[in-house]
């Protein structure tokens, strides 16, 4: 019988936890020959991911190098990606996000004249410059794309406003939701003897994360500042902060976090410690986009300090909040989350609006059903 042949593409850890689900879907199916590639744009954190979810890339393009620009990327990705695919001739490749690896895989095969899906389409901030450079990528990808994955239906009416065709955008919820049910544990072991040491039950544990470029500078030291003031003016919270390799973000983090013993700067966690942490902790500060799903899928109110953000869902589900980056927004909601625990249990109990765990299957079902192999 004549298989189905699906390439998957991805290049960053957080590519790969939200194309594990998928790989692990299609390797289910006796109709369906699964072809995974990664370009390792980054390679440590990406190796944590395949070792977690037990993937084993058929192509690894392995095209990362210290210091690298955007065109470096975009070109090693874009040259290595066309020879697979002219090899393996796939039916439909799948890429997932914004990232550049998401740009070249799904240009490389525009070229080659292959089906494009885009997982986690229609995300969108506004501004083309923020984040940098992933609304640009995934508003280039989106041209280039035959089937839209788009997880909520405001990322539908995103794309449906930009002229893509409705009949081809399927809401599907976020494989980030599948991903989590796979790696999270009640019982959860860290290796780290100081996160198995943290009082989780009487202490109130704030997990942060910044490592955005448009945050580096002063507003990087606004939200640190903020942070290492509300710590000091509740006894019982204290911070976790897996701190970015970026050697900018280190200095700023040390230069005002490093002194507080309330505050544990650590280094960064697998996606498996790291979520298991998350699912601990009383609420997150975060710069990140895949927090802001996650976090509220463990009932975790979310700060989110950033001017703009592609995730609205969870703000107006009351599961995050945009606060920006200045000082006092960042402090006064804090302090409203600490103090107050009605607001804070509006956030935690609010209903996660990114899905049910089954975004794989329904990604997969609508390949299989298009494409009729």
């Known amino acids: 019988m004549e298989k189905l042949k699906v390439m998957t593409v991805f290049g960053t850890r957080p590519?790969?936890?939200k194309m594990?689900?998928?790989?692990?879907?299609?390797?289910?199916?006796d109709n369906i020959e699964s072809i995974t590639c990664i370009t390792a744009q980054h390679?440590?954190?990406l190796d944590q991911v395949l070792h977690i979810f037990d993937i084993k890339p058929d192509y690894d393009l392995n095209i990362f190098k210290p210091g690298q620009s955007l065109t470096k990327i975009t070109t090693r990705a874009l040259e290595g990606l066309e020879e697979v695919i002219i090899k393996e001739k796939p039916d439909v490749l799948l890429v997932q996000g914004d990232t550049t690896t998401v740009f070249s895989g799904a240009l490389a095969a525009f070229y080659q004249g292959v089906k494009v899906g885009h997982v986690e389409a229609g995300l969108r901030s506004g501004n083309i410059h923020s984040p940098y450079p992933e609304e640009a990528n995934r508003m280039l990808t989106g041209i280039l794309t035959e089937y839209h994955f788009a997880p909520t239906i405001r990322n539908m009416d995103n794309l449906t406003k930009e002229n893509?065709?409705?009949?081809?955008?399927?809401?599907?919820?976020?494989?980030?939701i599948d991903a989590l049910q796979y790696v999270i544990k009640e019982d959860y072991s860290f290796e780290n003897e100081l996160l198995n040491n943290l009082d989780y039950k009487d202490k109130r544990i704030i997990l942060m994360t910044s490592h955005r470029r448009e945050?580096?500078?002063?507003?990087?030291?606004?939200?640190?500042?903020?942070?290492?003031?509300?710590?000091?003016?509740y006894e019982d919270t204290e911070v976790v902060f897996p701190v970015h390799l970026n050697p900018k973000?280190?200095?700023?983090?040390?230069?005002i976090l490093g002194s507080n013993p309330k505050v544990h700067l650590i280094d960064p966690l697998d996606y498996e410690p790291f979520t298991n942490l998350m699912n601990k902790v009383h609420l997150v500060v975060t710069d990140s986009g895949g927090l802001q799903e996650e976090a509220p899928t463990l009932g975790k109110p979310?700060?989110?300090?950033r001017e703009e953000t592609e995730r609205p869902e969870g703000i107006e589900a009351g599961t995050a909040k945009l606060v920006g980056t200045k000082y006092d927004d960042i402090y006064e909601n804090l302090d409203l989350l600490l103090s107050n625990k009605e607001e804070y249990d509006k956030m935690a109990k609010a209903v996660n609006p990114y899905g049910d765990g089954q975004a794989a299957k329904k990604i997969v079902d609508v390949i299989v059903k298009d494409i009729g192999i």
């Not at 893509?164 to 976020?174: C, L, S, V």
């Not at 979310?302 to 300090?305: A, F, G, I, S, T």
């Open 302 to 305: 979310v700060l989110v300090v």
């Open 249 to 255: 973000v280190r200095d700023i983090a040390n230069k």
């Open 215 to 233: 945050n580096i500078g002063k507003p990087m030291e606004n939200i640190f500042s903020a942070v290492n003031d509300i710590v000091n003016k």
């Open 20 to 29: 594990a689900p998928i790989i692990k879907e299609l390797e289910k199916r």
């Open 164 to 176: 893509y065709p409705k009949d081809k955008i399927y809401i599907t919820g976020n494989t980030v």
């Open 43 to 45: 390679r440590e954190m």
């Open 15 to 17: 590519e790969g936890i």
